[in-house]
């Protein structure tokens, strides 16, 4: 019979550091949010990958 409990490298693998946090937007901006059928911090995550994109474009390019 299997034995409950916590077992070595199982579970769900981490991605970061979980932080609480009080966010403070407008309805149209948790609208967009809440359009994207994301979770807030995966269109957090989005968001930030796409800023660090445009900016390594914008540097590569010069400007």
């Not at 199982?10 to 994207?36: A, D, H, M, Y």
């Not at 995966?42 to 400007?63: H, P, S, V």
């Amino acid at each position: 019979m299997a034995r409950g409990g916590k077992r070595e490298g199982s579970g769900r693998k981490s991605i970061g550091r979980s932080k609480t946090v009080s966010l403070t937007l407008t309805e149209e901006e948790w609208f967009e949010i809440e359009q994207s059928h994301s979770s807030i911090s995966a269109y957090i995550r989005e968001l930030i990958k796409d800023n660090k994109i445009y900016k390594k474009k914008r540097i590569t390019k010069g400007e």
